[in-house]
């Protein structure tokens, strides 16, 4: 269990069976019916979310990172990297944000062994969008997409960005290069406002 900077870690101690038990829905070609409307493109897209980010903000966009460190996995991620709850991990949470207002919070695990020969420019992005050097780089896979809509606080969002019972819509993916595994998940907050 990785120590929250918030001291919300004896809540995501308390969250631990219920991450567990996420429902992520694959990504068929289609969305649920109680989506709204606006976000089914952007769930589904199999592009980079910064790149369609970066062209609605018309160029003004910017990361800005919350927390990057060496931790552990909760039980879902771990699931999703088929990597155990201990393994060493670098948990990068960032706000990507459209015209100076905060719209996708995204939270990447990258394990510690996946941060090695030249990919371990990863552990030092600082606000380089990481969407931006996975669709650049030539040795990139990704697993199929899944999505989901959960309270903020079972998605890791921070307190600051959404109400912890919020329900906000999310996607994820687990990337590799070089056949080196991270996940990437992406939550939409109530500030994206696709369609303005």
Not at 20 to 42: F, H, K, R, S, Y
Not at 58 to 69: A, M, S
Not at 103 to 122: D, E, N, Y
Not at 161 to 173: F, I, M, Q, Y
Request: hydrophobic share 45%.
């Amino acid at each position: 269990m990785s120590k929250r900077p918030d001291g919300n870690d004896a809540i995501e101690a308390n969250l631990s069976p219920i991450l567990e038990a996420i429902d992520w829905l694959p990504v068929l070609g289609g969305t649920p019916a109680q989506m709204p409307e606006n976000l089914g493109p952007w769930l589904i897209d199999n592009g980079s979310l910064t790149r369609k980010l970066v062209a609605l903000s018309k160029d003004q966009f910017e990361v800005e990172v919350l927390r990057q460190e060496v931790a552990t996995p909760d039980a879902a991620e771990a699931n999703a990297l088929k990597i155990t709850q201990k393994t060493p991990v670098m948990i990068r949470e960032v706000v990507l944000k459209g015209r100076g207002r905060p719209w996708v919070f995204a939270r990447s695990i990258l394990p510690m062994t996946t941060m090695t020969g030249r990919l371990a420019g990863l552990r030092t992005l600082s606000n380089q969008p990481l969407g931006e050097l996975l669709f650049q780089d030539p040795s990139m896979t990704r697993e199929p997409l899944e999505m989901a809509c959960l309270p903020a606080r079972i998605l890791s969002v921070p307190a600051a960005l959404a109400a912890g019972d919020e329900p906000l819509w999310a996607r994820r993916s687990v990337f590799f290069l070089d056949r080196k595994p991270l996940l990437v998940s992406e939550v939409f907050l109530s500030e994206f406002k696709p369609e303005a």
